[in-house]
């Protein structure tokens, strides 16, 4: 058996829940195990050995061990709170930005500043009881922390577990609730000593499985937690800038800003989207005629005769000869307003107009 499964604590005849070295060793000890009532037999007279009770029979009970901290948790948390002058209660407190569930913007982070809240409990309550029922629900909880001053104050609730995780029902009861995972004896020790600390949040509280939780995992559901006042956070993003000129010629390009001061960068500007994510490849064809069917101002770059060169310089005018382009001159795309030959390119257009129309409002901000 290993030192952690071994069965330290037992009842005796009276019903008291005593310590290994609290009683004579062997068969006189008179203890029964906490799970399956069987008779004990105290091994306490060794100085090699670490003392624990064993079954008389020989057959040990898988359940005895779970059995037994979970009965002590509850006995040694209650005598402890009912003792101590300070018993805290420790846990991340987020303040979020007001427009966290609304925000169009890629975020770097989590939009939070987070705080570690410290409450001593006994600054509001004065009682704790075990196998209390809850008011919401009919279920008993392990230990019931609340006020015998004020009966208006809603009581917190403890509830401890060592394989078996509380239920969905259970835990969103509406009614505040304080869940320990327990591993060892020195886990209860450190709720003694400490009080109930939050572990790390970034486990999903609503996977209640017992094999995901960590050694003496503690988690607060119905508590206060969190706000949305937090309005000093303004983070970096990254995005996509478009930008129509009132030529009718625009650009797409990379662009960071801070999240409430994105505005425009060029003031005379016809137009200009950012689109939410730092990747620009494929954004400019999503972009460019949206400028097309608001202003109406063509541009080669709508035209089905700019294509791309044969030789791999870029692209051309394939009328170039016939409308007398210098091949080797740097096309001005802004000459479509005056060509006679400009043919908008219409399935090029619809395709990218519908894909401009699948997107959400939250993947971009047009800037006007």
């Known amino acids: 058996m290993s030192k952690k499964g071994l069965l330290t604590y037992a009842f005796n ?16 000890c008179d203890c029964y195990c906490p799970s399956c009532k069987e008779k004990l037999v105290a091994k306490n007279g060794g100085v090699k050995r670490i003392h624990h009770f064993a079954h008389a ?10 059995t037994m901290l979970h009965k002590l948790a509850k006995l040694r ?6 003792s101590k002058d300070v018993f805290n209660v420790s846990f991340e407190y987020r303040s979020y930005c007001p427009q966290v569930n609304s925000c169009t913007f890629v975020r770097y982070g989590d939009c939070y500043k987070a705080t570690q809240k410290i409450f001593n409990l006994k600054e509001f309550y004065d009682s704790c009881e075990q196998e209390v029922q809850y008011e919401s629900i009919n279920r008993r909880s392990d230990l019931k922390i609340f006020s015998s001053k004020n009966p208006n104050l ?24 304080i869940e320990v995972k327990l591993e060892t004896e020195d886990d209860i020790q450190s709720i003694i000593d400490n009080g109930f600390v939050e572990s790390n949040r970034q486990i999903n509280k609503d996977e209640i499985d017992a094999r995901l939780y960590p050694e003496c995992y503690t988690t607060f559901w119905g508590f206060k937690s969190e706000d949305y006042n937090e309005s000093s956070i303004n983070q970096e993003v990254e995005f996509s800038r478009y930008i129509l000129y009132t030529s009718g010629k625009s650009r797409c390009y990379q662009d960071t800003s801070f999240c409430k001061k994105i505005k425009k960068a060029r003031s005379q500007s016809l137009m200009e989207i950012c689109f939410h994510t730092p990747v620009a490849f494929g954004i400019y064809e999503l972009a460019k005629y949206q400028g097309y069917k608001r202003f109406g101002i063509k541009n080669c770059l709508y035209c089905k005769n700019y294509v791309d060169s044969y030789d791999g310089l870029g692209k051309l005018c394939r009328l170039y000869k016939y409308l007398g382009i210098n091949r080797f001159d740097q096309h001005d795309t802004a000459r479509a307003k005056n060509c006679s030959r400009f043919i908008l390119n219409h399935e090029e257009m619809d395709e990218e107009l519908k894909r401009f129309e699948s997107l959400s409002k939250s993947e971009y901000t047009e800037l006007e």
Request: net charge negative.
């Open 154 to 177: 809603p009581p917190i609730y403890i509830e401890f577990f060592v394989t078996h995780a509380s239920d969905s029902n259970k835990l969103h009861n509406g009614g505040k609730i």
């Open 13 to 28: 005849s009276n019903g008291n829940f005593v310590h290994i070295d609290e009683v004579p060793k062997g068969l006189a």
């Open 77 to 82: 948390v209650q005598e402890a709170f009912m």
């Open 57 to 66: 029979s020989g057959m040990d009970c898988e359940a005895a061990y779970e």
